[in-house]
């Protein structure tokens, strides 16, 4: 007769829980830099940074600026589900960053360039950023390149192309691509009167349900499809995989094809809204994508849970602006909020030691019976 396995041990229990803990240390961290920095000012300033948009005392307000962070959930959540589809093959895709990169740039010229109406402009950024992901999967297949190799020197490679192509489409005075809401209202993604629930924030579109919609997708071809086997397969053990039958490089090419276009497709899911222009001298590549890494850690490697990790991410990043400028240097929430995201990216390690401990009370319970 088989024992009833224990609550502890059910992996959504165990990912929920990892999650909490790591999320607990990161704010406990944040706070102890705080006072390290200014004691009187801690408190309120870790305050702040939860708190984010609930500080306003009108719900109109807080729903509008709740709209701005859900503008920035969405990319977000898609280089989450970029970075675990591609991990969930057995592949680290770390060039996410730079095919979002590349996406931003292909959507934005062709909706400030070209024309183009919004669909389409996703559309070339989907592509954009799938031929870098093909690039990688091709140099890890057929050169036994690693991914995150060829993913880091593509990371710059696309910052530095999507500058110089979109200098040709900014602002003669100013570094920042032109407003698509003056140049091209076509290529603007329709907001199907969500911009109404948010108390007409112009910038809530069908972003975040598509994401959402797309993260179920991920976990329904993963789970519940023969090609979501195959993929996984190939990752486990390629060599059997190859054994059974199954195309391994053609497989490792595919997913970070399917990778790097849902990173592309984040892109295009906020600079198509018009809430942020491109700065043309950037030197860094977008965080957005490093970001998704942590998300889709928190997140427990899990499509559905990639969807409230992102959410929290950027609720802490945005209620970091918040923190008092008078008393802290500027970058301070930008400090706070990625020792935060750092700490968020130890869910793993968290469940391992779950685990460990949990066996250590049954083989401990086990002696004594």
Not at 58 to 63: D, F, P
Not at 256 to 261: E, F, R, T, V
Request: glycine share 8%.
């Amino acid at each position: 007769m088989n024992k009833k396995e224990s609550f502890l041990r059910k992996p959504a229990v165990q990912t929920l829980l990892s999650s909490l803990i790591c999320i607990v240390l990161g704010l406990f961290a944040g706070f102890i830099v705080l006072l390290f920095i200014d004691a009187r000012g801690a408190a309120s300033a870790m305050v702040d940074i939860i708190r984010n948009f609930f500080r306003y005392p009108s719900a109109a307000v807080a729903l509008k600026y709740f709209g701005n962070t859900i503008v920035k959930t969405a990319p977000l959540l898609m280089c989450s589900l970029s970075i675990l589809f591609a991990y969930k093959v057995g592949l680290f895709n770390i060039g996410v960053a730079g095919q979002y990169a590349m996406g931003a740039g292909l959507a934005l010229y062709a909706a400030l360039g070209w024309q183009l109406p919004w669909y389409v402009c996703a559309l070339l950024a989907c592509v954009s950023a799938a031929l870098l992901g093909a690039i990688s999967g091709f140099l890890k297949s057929y050169c036994n390149v690693n991914e995150v190799i060829s993913g880091i020197m593509l990371n710059w490679l696309s910052l530095y192309t999507t500058n110089m192509v979109l200098t040709k489409v900014k602002e003669t005075t100013s570094p920042y691509t032109k407003n698509i809401v003056n140049v091209n209202h076509s290529a603007l993604l329709p907001n199907i009167g969500l911009n109404k629930v948010f108390n007409n924030n112009q910038y809530v579109t069908i972003a975040i349900p598509l994401a959402i919609l797309l993260s179920v997708l991920v976990w329904f071809i993963l789970e519940k499809t023969k090609f979501g086997y195959e993929l996984k397969a190939t990752g486990y053990n390629k060599n059997a995989a190859k054994y059974c039958g199954m195309k391994e490089k053609s497989n490792t090419i595919l997913t970070l094809i399917i990778s790097g276009a849902l990173a592309g497709l984040g892109a295009a899911m906020f600079y198509l809204t018009g809430y942020e222009q491109w700065q043309c001298t950037q030197s860094s590549v977008p965080g957005m994508g490093f970001n998704g890494i942590a998300a889709a850690f928190l997140g427990g490697l899990h499509p559905v849970g990639a969807i409230f990790s992102s959410l929290f991410i950027q609720h802490i990043t945005e209620g970091g602006a918040y923190v008092d400028k008078t008393m802290y240097c500027s970058q301070i929430s930008d400090l706070i909020s990625s020792i935060i995201i750092y700490l968020c990216g130890f869910v793993l390690f968290m469940k391992l030691f779950i685990n460990k401990r949990l066996n250590a009370h049954d083989e401990k319970k086990g002696g004594k019976s």
